[in-house]
């Protein structure tokens, strides 16, 4: 098979996928969720293999499309070195969200609808990935954001849930107004409407206002700053689709976005990016130390990890971030899911809330596979040695580090050096807080636990896998070096040496975040924070203020004066209809008809057809003129 119908036959799959789960869920109810597994794994070798063939190569399809008058539209799609490593992280976390929902949603009676959302996603992303042509990935963009929609208010019996989607879609609709813009802006600046044939060339990098707007897009769909309360209600949806959307894949397709418009922008937008993405790092860093909710801290934990991606502003080293915290975010949130169905299915905690840090502590005897594996993520979130995280970490702060020396707007990266430490002092406290809470110390709640009977593999195999794939081996085989990395270089990741001083402020902020925990071991927030809610846009408080005025202004104002000006309206026509009776058509009409009949009658007179009147009538006539003359 060639390439191009391969490639075409891995866009269209998951779409074939979803179909099938929908014709098939009544006739497949108990191999449901092996069925949807294995289309997952098919899909995922497919691609596996169609990139093995690529060789570290791009490819790209354009097929005819549509013509509108002078203009031709094709549907364009290329698997660039970007594309195709963030399309592994979609498959891989893909299928392991799958065989892990097996055993977590095992008694929801709902399952095929779960499943053929998962499918829809996988399709929506794929085609954003992989799309050239700017109205294709426009509407990709929007597809993800339904599908998210759709999951995140998959227990539409829960009023929480569904107020959390309406959230997530309105503020994402405001961010997706300033993509549609910038979109427009960037076809007409480049004249062309696909990506790959967008270069500076003679116009030069795309105008900061072009940028700004398509930047917009991407922080709503990356829960950036200032659009960022709608992740952490997103967590009502089900755990491990928030492992897929919410943490590895959807998110992170704000930061896809900004690596994709990278090359043809200038500097001012990557640095507005960058700024984006500090404050959400500290913030989102501050607001996951002050919840009691595993799901909603590790939310804010992803929407400062997300900061860190922006902070790379589009290059390199965000890309290589995203595909780390990618697999370890899925593993952090799988293993979550995992502590969280333990205590749901316990007799002695069924009825308390089973996502509460005041439930935890101690779980590392009942849990320690879980234990294990959520430790290898919190490690590589704080970017220890031996993990990917010290790569993809050290990597962005070489890449800042690297600018501050050759750019006229060094004081700003200084500023971002700084912010990104300071992010790192607190991530490493949250994480390694958490993971104290959850597994170490003993029950604070004093239930009694009961030691699982059995080993749950649909539980176990992702997350003890997405650990493994955490480690440092299979970027570099040199736990602190990654200059000579076979599969880097594969897809054509530079990376960049960061100087020793920054490796000493590393090592600080371990050993201070390390410390923080064990002097805040024994304190939870009694209520999961958000930081003054009015300051952060929430869209919930604004709509219920102005339908309120509204209602005001259209009864106070709007309706009397509407029939204020009816009445005149009628006034006024009463004032015509008169005017039009009485002026027009007694005076004017009246008063010509009977000039007529005067005037017809007296010349009717002198038209009478005899001819001794006519006779008289000359005789008369000449004689008043003799006498005219005479006198």
Request: with cysteine; glycine share 6%.
């Amino acid at each position: 098979m060639g390439l191009t119908p391969l490639f075409i036959g891995l866009l269209l799959f998951p779409w074939i996928s979803a179909m099938l789960i929908a014709a098939f869920s009544k006739i497949l109810t108990r191999l449901l969720s092996s069925f949807s597994i294995l289309l997952s794994f098919i899909q995922f070798i497919g691609l596996i293999y169609f990139i093995y063939q690529l060789q570290g190569n791009p490819h790209a399809i354009h097929l005819p499309w549509f013509s509108l008058g002078d203009s031709v539209f094709r549907a364009s799609f290329e698997a660039s070195s970007s594309s195709q490593i963030v399309a592994i992280l979609v498959a891989t976390v893909a299928f392991f969200v799958q065989l892990f929902s097996s055993s977590y949603l095992k008694d929801e009676p709902h399952l095929a609808r779960y499943y053929l959302y998962l499918h829809l996603f996988a399709a929506a992303m794929y085609a954003l990935l992989f799309a050239d042509q700017i109205w294709i990935f426009y509407a990709s963009w929007e597809m993800v954001g339904a599908c998210s929609y759709l999951l995140i208010s998959f227990w539409y019996q829960k009023e929480v849930a569904i107020k959390a989607a309406k959230k997530a879609f309105l503020l994402n609709r405001f961010g997706d107004i300033g993509l549609l813009i910038g979109l427009i802006g960037l076809s007409i600046h480049f004249d062309t409407m696909e990506f790959s044939s967008m270069q500076i060339g003679s116009v030069g990098p795309a105008p900061i206002a072009i940028g700004l707007a398509i930047l917009a897009g991407a922080i709503g769909k990356s829960a950036q700053f200032p659009l960022m309360s709608w992740l952490p209600d997103a967590m009502e949806g089900p755990t491990p689709a928030s492992a897929l959307i919410h943490a590895a894949t959807m998110v992170a397709a704000g930061v896809y976005l900004g690596i994709k418009i990278y090359p043809f922008t200038g500097e001012d937008t990557h640095l507005f990016m960058a700024v984006i993405g500090a404050i959400s790092l500290v913030s989102g860093a501050i607001f996951a130390l002050f919840q009691q909710d595993i799901k909603k801290a590790l939310a804010y934990s992803t929407i400062s990890q997300l900061g860190l991606m922006w902070m790379g502003m589009g290059s390199d080293a965000s890309l290589l971030h995203l595909v780390v915290h990618g697999i370890f975010k899925a593993g952090l949130f799988l293993a979550a899911g995992s502590v969280i169905h333990y205590l749901h299915h316990q007799k002695s905690s069924h009825h308390l809330d089973a996502q509460s840090l005041n439930q935890m502590g101690g779980l590392r005897k009942q849990l320690p596979w879980t234990a294990l594996g959520y430790g290898v993520f919190a490690a590589s979130l704080m970017g220890l040695p031996f993990t990917n995280g010290f790569f993809s970490k050290e990597n962005l702060a070489g890449f800042l580090w690297e600018n501050a020396q050759n750019s006229p707007f060094y004081p700003i990266y200084w500023t971002l050096l700084a912010c990104l430490a300071i992010g790192m002092l607190l991530s490493n406290w949250y994480i390694s807080r958490q993971f104290y809470l959850i597994f170490m110390g003993e029950n604070r709640a004093k239930l009694a636990w009961e030691k699982s009977s059995k080993w749950d593999l649909s539980q176990h195999i992702p997350v003890i896998i997405l650990a493994l794939l955490s480690l440092f081996f299979w970027t570099s085989w040199n736990p602190i070096h990654t200059q000579e990395s076979s599969i880097l270089n594969w897809f054509q990741i530079k990376t960049i040496e960061v100087p020793s001083f920054w490796l000493i402020i590393t090592a600080i902020s371990w050993v201070l975040g390390l410390s923080l925990t064990w002097f805040s071991r024994h304190w939870i927030p009694a209520n999961n924070f958000q930081f003054l809610t009015a300051f952060w846009p929430s869209i919930f408080q604004f709509i219920p203020w102005k339908a309120r005025w509204t209602h005001r202004i259209d009864i106070l104002i709007l309706d009397k004066f509407l029939v204020w000006l009816a009445q005149l309206q009628v006034v006024t026509g009463h004032i015509i209809a008169w005017m039009d009776q009485s002026l027009v058509d007694g005076l004017l009409v009246g008063f010509s008809t009977k000039m007529s009949q005067v005037s017809g009658q007296f010349l009717s007179k002198w038209q009478s057809g005899k001819v001794q009147q006519y006779w008289i009538l000359v005789f008369l006539t000449f004689g008043l003129f003799l006498l005219y003359v005479w006198m």
